[in-house]
């Protein structure tokens, strides 16, 4: 069972706790960020953080008073109203790709709140099913579910916001119990869009596509359709190499190469490896690091937050930060666990797959093992949106542990 005050709405006291420390230590360092010895938008920008933060803390007190089953009957109207304001920006959004809402004294990022939406929905269809996952078209709901949205995000265009609801499909397959080959062929579509780019490789991925589906022996109008999907994507590649911007384009291009472009799309990569490696063992000190006060760190506050921490605490500020990140999907991951209802169970997982898919992603950006996605890391990075999706999400994993 998970440990509980005796205060409705706290299922894991552990969890609330180290969510709002983590949330000050990420404030924090953005306040670090912005002390820089020349003009650099991230100057101040904490108290927009601090702002969103009150207002994080508010939902996730109402999100923990909902109880699961009012929850599982919000779920469609939930889905629905975040579709609809995905919809809205491209005719009312504004911001860098269009892609905010403006709310009175702030704005707001549909695609975050999309993420919440889609968890919700795919909890509702999928928590009560289980086995025997003999077909694949059993899967259509919730591959529509996930495609809206994600459609409409890359639509924008959002590639990195794009993924999660890929990531959120795959964690609603597998914890409702679909055999990893059966996801593996669901996914093989997605695969072959990331190998389309090379046709040798592609050409090797659908061979194993074709293997896997010899050996799972499917209904040959599924096995047709799986082979033609994969077909298509990877047709569709160029013409999503094509639809995406440009500055897109060139992240992708110089994770390959930094050096393609080092004054350009390679500067991120570059100066991020070289701030969290002139960090040493402990660091520079808190708001003293060289390479983030003369702004040759770009996106300090919100992409490379953790090349900042890199910096000014060293090699045991990251360690530090990276316990406290296992620690906190590792709770996240017991709530899961611990809910026999099927609804709240995948609710817990679903954040845990969002948590740790902008972990694994943004970390890997900083140390240029992942191209440059623009996926915050959470808790740490600025960001209004994430945050309060973030906080509603946690408020609703207390209810699920309160429950259990």
Not at 264 to 276: F, Y
Not at 360 to 379: H, Q, S
Request: charged share 10%; hydrophobic share 60%.
């Amino acid at each position: 069972m998970i440990d509980r005050l005796r205060v409705p709405g706290v299922g894991d006291p552990v969890l609330l706790a180290l969510v709002l420390s983590m949330t000050g230590f990420g404030i924090a360092m953005i306040y670090s960020a912005g002390q820089v010895d020349v003009q650099s938008l991230a100057a101040g920008i904490w108290v927009r953080q601090l702002y969103w933060f009150g207002v994080a803390v508010v939902a996730l007190a109402v999100t923990s008073r909902f109880s699961l089953r009012f929850l599982e009957w919000l779920a469609p109207w939930a889905y629905g109203i975040t579709v609809l304001l995905l919809v809205l920006v491209f005719f009312i959004g504004t911001g860098p790709n269009g892609s905010w809402i403006e709310l009175g004294p702030g704005r707001l990022q549909p695609a975050e709140v999309a993420k919440l939406g889609t968890i919700l929905m795919l909890a509702r269809v999928m928590g009560g099913a289980r086995g025997p996952y003999e077909r694949l078209l059993e899967f259509w709901k919730p591959g529509v579910i996930t495609l809206v949205p994600f459609v409409l995000v890359l639509l924008q265009p959002d590639l990195g916001s794009a993924m999660i609801f890929g990531a959120l499909f795959l964690a609603a397959l597998f914890w409702s119990g679909v055999p990893l080959p059966k996801i593996f062929l669901l996914a093989s579509p997605g695969l072959s869009l990331l190998l389309g780019f090379n046709w040798i490789a592609w050409g090797l991925g659908f061979l194993v596509v074709a293997a896997c589906l010899y050996v799972h022996r499917l209904f040959i109008l599924e096995a047709v359709g799986v082979l033609l999907a994969n077909v298509f994507a990877g047709a569709l590649t160029l013409r999503l190499w094509d639809s995406l911007a440009d500055y897109q384009r060139n992240r992708l291009l110089v994770f390959l190469d930094p050096e393609i472009d080092p004054l350009g799309a390679g500067w991120h990569l570059i100066q991020s490896k070289v701030a969290i490696g002139s960090g040493g063992l402990i660091g520079a000190g808190f708001a003293n690091g060289p390479q983030k006060r003369l702004a040759f760190l770009p996106e300090q506050h919100t992409d490379f937050i953790f090349s900042v921490v890199g910096e000014e605490f060293g090699f045991i500020g990251v360690m530090l930060f990276l316990v406290l990140f296992a620690f906190l999907l590792w709770r996240v991951l017991r709530v899961a666990s611990s809910m026999d209802d099927g609804f709240g169970s995948l609710i817990a997982f679903c954040l845990f797959a969002v948590l740790l898919t902008h972990i694994v992603v943004n970390l890997g950006m900083a140390v240029g093992m992942m191209p440059v996605t623009g996926l915050p890391l959470p808790l740490l990075s600025y960001g209004g949106s994430f945050l309060l999706v973030l906080y509603a999400g946690f408020g609703i994993v207390q209810r699920v542990a309160w429950e259990a």
